[in-house]
């Protein structure tokens, strides 16, 4: 972006109202990009972004949100909700917002952009609160990376009444739609016998072999596996010592697939190959599935509404995401027309989860995509505000309906 979000003249319907929503990004954005920053310096990884949803729940509090920290049963969750001034009934709009980063990496997804972008939207429309009706609903959602936060928000009743769900996330290309995997964590651990490895290696049971066994399976079942499907894991645990049999191994896998049918295949496979390993080499296995993320509803509604609004900051939409990993928006998109749309924050070809990507998400590059994502995500949510037309449209999407 040559020009600020200011100078730029927003799509139709209602460009000066639409304007006025950029201009208070503008207004607000050494605040929304010292958050950014804050949050990138101070890494913290799912469920435990303590500091973040403090300094989150204090930013909006101090543009007239009520904040309940935590909501649910998540520590680290927010609600905010501010009223709109028109009073009666109107829509409840979701302003989504992650915060957690990567274990031993920091915000190599670029996290932080995501927080501050949606407290940046949140801030906007709270600076036209008195001429909206309905409720601007802020949901700061922990533990995207591991453990499916937003799915044990929805449990919570969190995301009941709500409208329509708006999150941005950062990229290296720019486009409104992805197709997220379902996924989830799985925890695998074997238990086996301590032994001397070399006096008496007889008397042990081998949990590393167990867990070699493991993966070796893995290996050979991927020329089995649709070629979408995803089985990837580290280990996490394997001894203490080279010259004792290994009693406990740990692994963390991942898997993902498309089709949430065929994802059920995975899972119970998966759990065939553990127990094969656990037999062959006479130790025990427990097997922890997380609770995971589901693969996206689209909503073509809300869709069309993002790519003409970012059109008019010259955002060209590069079309579907090729590359898709998971989130657990896809888990809100099954509860209420949902939107995750990505803008490049980084030039095209850098990897996701890397050094390089957490290194862009700090740059002036990510800063001007941060503004810009709280704009646009503020002016759609404008017009679902403004027109129970496109509201209703969005749900029927949703069901369906043509
Ligand atoms: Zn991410």
Known sequence: MARSIADVTPAEPQPAAKHRL???VAAAGDEILDLSHRIHADPEVAFEEEHAAGWIAEVLARHGFTV??????????????????????????????????????????????????????AIALAAIADELPGEIVFLGTPA??????KAIMIADGLFEGIDAALLFHPCDRSHVQSFPLASEDVEVVFHGLQAHAASDPWMGRNALDAMILLFSSVGLWRQQLRTDARVHGIIQEGGTAANIIP?????????????????????????????????????????TFSGGATTMKPNGTLERRWVANAAAYGIVDQGPDPNSGSTDMGNVSWVCPTIHPELAIAPEGTPGHSILFRDAAATPQADETTLL???????????????????EAAWRDFRGEA
């Open 247 to 287: 009693e406990r191994t740990r692994a963390w896998f991942m898997l993902r697939s498309p089709d949430q049918a065929y994802y059920e295949h995975l899972k119970t496979r998966f759990r065939e190959l553990a127990e094969a390993a656990a037999l062959a080499t006479a130790t025990t296995v427990e097997i």
């Open 373 to 391: 994502a709280a704009t646009l995500v503020a002016q759609v949510a404008l017009e679902l505000f403004s027109d129970p037309a496109l509201v």
């Open 144 to 149: 995207e990376e591991r453990g499916s936060g």
């Open 68 to 121: 309940e920290r935590p909501a649910g049963r998540l520590a680290t969750a927010i609600r905010a909700i501010r009223a709109g001034g028109r009073g009666g009934s109107g829509p409840r709009i979701g302003i989504l917002a992650e915060y957690d980063a990567l274990p031993g990496l920091g915000h190599g997804c670029g996290h932080n952009t995501m927080a501050a972008s949606g407290v940046g939207a």
């Open 22 to 24: 950029a201009a208070a």
